[in-house]
Nanobody, 119 residues
């Protein structure tokens, strides 16, 4: 199983980026797909993760600016990032809990994609 994240890059203050993360391999279903980020010298933090029902939990720092969505048919999660700020600069990671059948669910991390916001 692999998680492939893409869409990062360099963007100016106030700009937008769309990240995507696709899971591939021997997958029955992707139970949870979430986004984390890690800035230099800081701990990895949760950016967006599914909550109850169809809602999503967002870090306070990104509420109203970031939107996470999923395409279950493609085992892909997206992160639409708007009104980007320099403090959003980080490596963004996707995380997934993947059902590989026979009742086995594993936790996977993608390799990360760099997002840099210049002022």
């Amino acid at each position: 199983v692999q998680l492939q994240a893409s869409g990062g890059g360099l963007v100016q203050l106030g700009g937008s980026l769309r990240l995507s993360c696709a899971a591939s391999g021997s997958i029955v279903s992707t139970n949870v797909m979430a986004w984390f980020r890690q800035a230099p010298g800081k701990q990895r933090e949760l950016v967006a993760a599914p909550a109850t029902g169809t809602s999503t939990n967002y870090a306070d720092s990104v509420k109203g600016r970031f939107t996470s969505s999923r395409d279950n048919a493609k085992n892909t999660v997206y992160l639409e990032m708007n009104s980007l700020k320099p403090e959003d600069t980080a490596v963004y990671y996707c995380n997934a809990k993947i059902n590989r059948g026979h009742g086995l669910v594993y936790n996977y991390w993608g390799r990360g994609t760099q997002v840099t916001v210049s002022s």
